[in-house]
Structures are given as structure tokens and as C-alpha cells.
């Protein structure tokens, strides 16, 4: 497994702007966005692709480029991964979609899955999971176990901000997928919240706090 901790400036830049106290929803949830489709720039160099022949411009047949395979599927985690997905799009615009919803206990911090409507042939697909959050990993985990489930075997996740024990535990149960950070933070409090963190996620990209 590897962890991909994205250093541009542009990524550290708008992340710490998102670390702000009393920072406004509109601003979060920009900033989200924004840093979803960096960390998605970085996270596709891994595609394959393959030569293609078209007809070009002067009505002769030239050689490009062209992502190999079916299109990458996206799983944003409910809630909080919607917030990046916009910024996600903006570069994968023909992606399939896989909406899974789980959230945490707050008192055991154990996930708790609601929802999954996941594309058919996932198994031919390579899966792109969204969250802005990877704390104890349990979230991530139960997600990843639901696509394997599924068939899907090639997985990769994105996420704001990691918590030293989730990766930790990520690696422990998964260690075919790789993550792509905008920070590995330092550790997780006793209510399971990432320090320094950016505090609840969904609720600051949905104005629920
Ligand atoms: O690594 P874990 O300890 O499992 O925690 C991470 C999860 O917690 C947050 O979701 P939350 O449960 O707050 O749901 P929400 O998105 O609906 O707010 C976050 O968006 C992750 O999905
Ligand atoms: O710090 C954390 C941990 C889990 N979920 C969040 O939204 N924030
Ligand atoms: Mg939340």
C-alpha cells in the first residue's frame, strides 16, 4: 500500500485555509472541491494508456493517447464525500458514479453502512472512493470491503486529511489500495476526531454544526 502526500502548494495552501476557525460552509465546501480535483490530477499519473489511431485534422490518420479500459467508477462516502465530488468531476466528467452512504457511531465510532447503489460491472471498473476524512478507518474499510464484495479489484482513495491510525489500520486489512492525501495529520482525539484535523467535515460542508 502506498500513501501519496500531495505537497503542491496549491493543495497545502487551500488546505490550510480549510483549518481556519469559524471558516463559512460556501469557503468549505470550495476549498473541498478545489483540493478534490488536485488530489484527483495526482491520482490518475497511475492510468494506463494505450495508442489509438483517429482521423486528425488534416483528414489523416495520427496516433493519441487514450485512458486503457472501462471509465474509473466514483465512490463518494455519504455525506462528506459529496463535498469533493464536484471538484472530482471537473477532470473525470464521464466517470460512473457509486454512491455509498455509511456513517460513525459517534459513541463506538464503529461505520455504520445506510446505502449503496454501486455500478453494475464494478468488477471491470477501477474504483476512485472520496471522502474528505480517513480518522480510524473504519469507514473506509467497510467501503472497501463492500466493492471487493462486489468484485471490484482495483481500488484507490482520496481524502483531505489521514489520521496516522487509520492508514494504519487501512494497511493492516487492505493493502492493495492506495490513498492519495492532501495531509497526513498527527493523531486522533478520545471522540475519534482527527488533531489538527478540520473538525466534522459533513457538517461543515453542509451547514449542519
Ligand atoms: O475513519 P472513520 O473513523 O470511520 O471516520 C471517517 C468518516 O467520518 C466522517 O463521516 P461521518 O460519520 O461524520 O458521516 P457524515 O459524512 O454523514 O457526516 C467522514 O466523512 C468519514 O466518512
Ligand atoms: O476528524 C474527523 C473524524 C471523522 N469525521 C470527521 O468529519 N472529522
Ligand atoms: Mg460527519
Redesign the pocket.
Known sequence: MAVFEIQHPLVQHKLGLMRKAGISTKNFRELCSEIGALLTYEATRSLETETISIDGWQGNAISVENIKGKKITLVP?????LGMLDGVQTLLPNAKISVVG???NEET?E?VAYFDKVVRDVDERTALIV??????????IATIDLLKAKGCTQIMGLFLVA?PE?IAKLEAAHPDVDIYVASVDESLNEK?YIIPGLG????KIFGTR
Open positions: 462516502i455519504l455525506r462528506a464525500g455509511l456513517y460513525r465510532l461505520p471522502d474528505p476524512m480517513l480518522a480510524t478507518g473504519g469507514t473506509l489520521a487509520g475519534g466534522d467535515a459533513g457538517d
